[in-house]
């Protein structure tokens, strides 16, 4: 279906993984169109309750722009960010599943910004992150402008935009970047760990929560007061809902459908 990333469902867990091991999974056209129809697809699919990205190999997750595909190339950088950079983006933070991010390698540019873009990161602690982009002269894409600064806030992130230096696995935890640190050898056990954990709970209630968190980024306390009425006169509604308060009285583990 695929020649640049592996894609596989199973267990409600989607995982999508950047498949150009020897060129560090670095972005050309081909991988970053395949990545967002395969994003897409996760979206969709009911079957689907949470979704994970990763990189083939243990060097990088994603070391962004494949620069040897495009040296010498004319070509327009503002339509490539708005074909390829953008709707990859918006894929994961629109999408309403949670998103993890499996931070297996260096994480650079928009491979950066994937990781940020995520509701979740875990890390191996060999791993990396780079906002490389003003080393060859450009400017932060993928999001990193959005995210970067509500993260860290405004100062730190104009350091680390502009100084475009490596950012360890554990620097990366200190500053909120990713959310857990492990050792390589446990990166799997425990992005599946996290993974299950996301597939078990209640699809909807889930989903509503994540729309709520990105909106909160540009809304007023009273807008969130009205969405958080609205939001849980929706899930009250739901199936659900009603299941979780049957298993919390029987004192059993729910089983949540997303109806």
Same mark, same amino acid.
Request: glycine fraction near 6%; charged fraction near 20%.
């Given at each position: 279906?695929?020649?640049?990333?592996?894609?596989?469902?199973?267990?409600?867990?989607?995982?999508?993984?950047?498949?150009?091991?020897?060129? =560090?999974? /670095?972005?050309n056209n081909e991988l970053s169109f395949e990545l967002i129809d395969a994003l897409k697809k996760c979206d969709k699919d009911s079957a689907v309750r949470v979704v994970v990205v990763t990189g083939a190999g243990d060097k990088a997750f994603c070391s962004g722009q494949d620069l040897k595909d495009v040296a010498g190339v004319e070509r327009s950088l503002g339509e490539?960010?708005?074909?390829? =950079?953008?709707?990859?983006?918006?894929?994961?933070v629109n999408m309403e599943k949670p998103v993890i991010a499996r931070v297996n390698g260096v994480a650079a540019g928009a491979g950066a910004g994937i990781v940020l873009a995520a509701d979740i990161a875990i890390a191996a602690d060999t791993s990396s992150?780079?906002?490389?982009?003003?080393?060859?002269?450009?400017?932060?894409?993928?999001?990193?402008?959005?995210?970067?600064?509500?993260?860290?806030?405004?100062k730190k992130a104009f350091e680390l935009a502009t100084l475009g230096e490596k950012i360890s696995a554990q620097q990366a935890l200190e500053l909120g970047l990713v959310t857990r640190v492990v050792p390589f050898s446990e990166l799997d056990s425990v992005?599946?760990?996290?993974?299950?954990?996301?597939?078990?709970? /209640?699809?909807?209630?889930?989903a509503l929560i994540k729309r709520m968190l990105n909106r909160s980024h540009h809304s007023s306390l009273e807008q969130m007061l009205e969405m958080e009425m609205y939001c849980q006169e929706i899930a009250g509604a739901s199936g659900?809902?009603?299941?979780?308060?049957?298993?919390?009285?029987?004192?059993?583990?729910?089983?949540f459908t997303g109806k």
């Open positions: 279906m695929y020649n640049t990333i592996l894609f596989e469902v199973a267990e409600g867990i989607a995982t999508v993984t950047l498949n150009r091991p020897e060129r =560090y999974n /670095a972005l490539s960010v708005n074909r390829r =950079y953008n709707p990859m983006t918006r894929a994961i992150l780079l906002f490389a982009f003003v080393n060859i002269g450009l400017v932060l894409d993928s999001g990193s402008s959005y995210t970067l600064p509500r993260i860290v806030g405004r992005t599946r760990e996290w993974a299950v954990r996301y597939a078990e709970k /209640a699809p909807k209630s889930l659900d809902y009603v299941e979780g308060v049957m298993a919390f009285t029987q004192k059993r583990k729910p089983n």
